[in-house]
Nanobody, 121 residues
């Protein structure tokens, strides 16, 4: 079994900053891409940013220049530093990881439980 546990969400004012963390644990052999998605009320879940095991990153246009994704492979942890937050960033943020479990070379996608980020105007 694989678990993803997120932390760091909360309430912040317009222009503020937050840092999200997501730690993967369990029967993990290897992790490929890790990423952050978000879902606002009434909207579809969307990619915010992701990062490969080699450090290549990808960002949604709406967060480029404001958010930074990073990871610590030794700790199986991915981070999202969010600066210059706007009310439209308000959403539940979900961690995602592509994990190969011990005894398998097949990667499966896993999700965290989500953490609420609310930006007040």
């Amino acid at each position: 079994q694989v678990q993803l546990v997120e932390s760091g969400g909360g309430l912040v004012q317009d222009g503020g900053s937050l840092r999200l963390s997501c730690a993967a644990s369990g029967s993990i052999f290897s992790i490929n891409t890790m990423g952050w998605y978000r879902q606002a009320p009434g909207k579809q879940r969307e990619l915010v940013a992701d990062i490969t095991s080699g450090g290549n990153t990808n960002y949604a246009d709406s967060v480029k220049g404001r958010f930074t994704i990073s990871r610590d492979n030794a700790k199986n942890t991915v981070y999202l530093q969010m600066n210059s937050l706007k009310p439209e960033d308000t959403a539940v943020y979900y961690c995602n990881a592509h994990v190969a479990r011990y005894g398998s070379t097949w990667y499966s996608g896993y999700w965290g439980q989500g953490t609420q980020v609310t930006v007040s105007s």
